[in-house]
């Protein structure tokens, strides 16, 4: 840990300064951003460093690592910095200058730290955590580690199955982590001061606190076949099972107060207020809805405030009122009004990114646009037919689909975006060709109703891949190469109609990649080595197309032997133990099954937030429960003091 | 792509505001566009009551006097910028100050009396070298004329930079200051590196420290006369 770093922790600035000049965008690396927190080394007895395993242009406006940053400098025993992937022209350079990997605030080598934090929002992300590693000079595997270097945790969603990365992190943290960051900085803090500060002392008490999964104090036996024995502690201490962190009142929780401008341009140059976590509409190949359940609600008066405390810290010029689902919000209407009203001829503009198939969603979309900016309007379906939607258990008939976007055009809106998935569980030919029917349909009543020609619609569709604590994560993925000739034969049923399909926009992303997330998704410990050789052979930032090497990925799979079909095209059985079964999303693996059972019926579920619960496991698991409802108060206007 | 909605209602400005400000330490690294953007972010969180263009997507109106490149420190950049509500250029420049990150600092606020460009015919640079440039640089003095080819997307293009330096000083041995005309196109810094390199070709290419002392009017004696 950082106990034993001798004397100063130095910034390695000089040195870097010296390879700015040489590298693409060197703003990204220089940190000094308003509202970032740079406190002195020797003030705190606990020291993070938080990561984003991309780039600092995708990682700087992530809402999880903003917070987290946050939450942990508010304390006063403990310091947090962050740091970000860097482009391979830095990477060159900082090897050559030997520059290890540093934070953005005060410049410390990351291998100072007692923490690096590390947040995967996908499993794209695993090949940079290596580079980062690496340039630290921390040892890629963790057993190869010693007191000197820092513990390495994983978070994120794709940390609720962290079996690939298994070897490469001491710990992974699940669900929410904001008050997860905290007890660790207690349990770290406590065995400095005790003198328990080891690195095998600070692992047993994480992993016997329960707060997060050490992957080393579990074994994994396989049967015959290759198949998962069974997952089991290796010592007495050690639970059986971990569970995820769900923060319940968020309103107690109104963070990031001080969101970080960046000086750098970003994916996303605005404030974001998370109006709710959570989801439960249950679609069935949705990772994100599963794994944050229940939903919990932030009042509509705490998220005003929010909205105006980030606007007032930050300067941006809009505002993004996020969640999964934001138009489910039970109060969106007295929200957007009140926030429509207050910021009415303000230049201030709110997005709420939300895709619901519904009149209401244009409603919605109208009221945040009369402050004169317009955002575009997007609708997921998901699926092209009736019978695959019942499937994914995304209720929507063409009608409403129909009905909605002609309305939308009727408002005004000349153009619209549709997302569909390829690929999912039984899907034939025919459900996607569905897809152009409906979309020129859509064209089609659109110009009926507005009356003009110029109207358009763009249908974006992606491969679908199957995740854990998902009712499809016992499901067979389909192969690249069949995902890609669906869309192909897709794209041709656009393109035959010359006219219609001139005003049908198609976008798509080939099967390539999917394969790859597909086996990282839900690989198992066996899956890491060919993570590793990926990267040894040159592997970075695979998130990027213009990075990804599909080849590269199949020939490391094949030289390590790893069966990549066996991962993702194969449908698993039921009593098959999954990798992640002893992570504890607080889904019933009975009652997942049961929905994947239903699935293939084509027998849809209802959302518990507005029909009888279905049991589906979280709340009773978690001692949780969903927290929906408007709340009283108004949204008051902001009254301009000028000088 | 989406229905037009009414303009803003136009209100005319009635005060112009010229800025200097500098670009120190880490903030070097801050490209055109990124100072750009946190400047207006600043006036947003400052609650500066910006005049704003007609039309169809109004933006406030600001005006930048040739930007210092990307990797460049700077004690003298210069903008213009105009409201629709008098205000104190003293308290605006406080105000300002605490809403930019520390390095993008403003120097000076000052009430427009005449337009930028005229009063910026010239700037004077320091540049750094890691070691010892004398005799490059008495090279570059005593030649008359060093030509450099810049391409751009119209094409190439020749520009003596030699004939645009004047005052070329020497404060250290690693030192060049020298007085830069700006022209149409002004030579960069990294111009005058590969000029200083063409006439000594023995000068290793290593990332050079420039940094912009001051903008102004050439005056006798070599100076330059600062707008405020
Ligand atoms: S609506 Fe469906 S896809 Fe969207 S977050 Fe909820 S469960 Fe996921």
Redesign the pocket.
Known sequence: MGVSYPGVVQSVYPALERILPLVRKPIQYVGGELNASVKPWESVPVRWALMYPDAYEVGLPNQGLQILYEVLNERDDVLAERTYSVWPDMEALMREHGVPQFTVDAHRPVSAFDVLGVSFATELGYTNLLTALDLAGIPLHADERTDEHPLVIAGGHAAFNPEPIADFIDAAVIGDGEQAVLRLSDIIRDAKAAGTASRGELLDAIAASGVAYVPAKYEVSYLPDGRIRRVAPVDASTPWRVAKHTVSDLDEWPYPKQPIVPLAETVHERASVEIFRG?T???RF?Q??MITRPVRERSKTTIADMVQTSLSATGFEEVGLLS??SADHSDIAALTKGLADRYEGSNTGLSLPSTRVDAFNIDLANELARNGRRSGLTFAPEGGSERIRKVINKMVTEEDLIRTVAAAYAAGWRQVKLYFMCGLPTETDEDVLQIARMAKEVIRTGREVSGRKDIRCTVSIGGFVPKPHTPFQWAAQLGWQQTDARLALLREEIRSDRELGRAIGFRYHDGRPGIVEGLLARGDRRVGPVIEAVWRDGGRFDGWSEYFDFDRWMSCAEAVGVDVDWYTTREREENEVLPWDHLDSGLDKEWLWQDWQDALDEVEVEDCRWSPCFDCGVCDQMGTEIQVGPTDGVILPIVQVTS | MARRTPDREYIPPVQTLQVRYAKRGRMRFASHRDFQRAWERALRRVGVPMAYSAGFSPHPKVSYAGAAPTGAASEAEFLEFSVVQQIDPRAVRQALNAALPEGLDIVAVVEATAPLVDQLRASRWRMEWPFDVTEAIAAFAAADSVEVERITKAGRRILDVRALCSAIQMPEPRVMELTVAHAEPTPRPAEVVVAVRTVFPDLPDVPVLATRLGQGVPVDGGGLAAPF
Request: charged fraction near 10%.
């Open positions: 989801c509409r249950g679609c949705c994100a809805g999964l689902s």
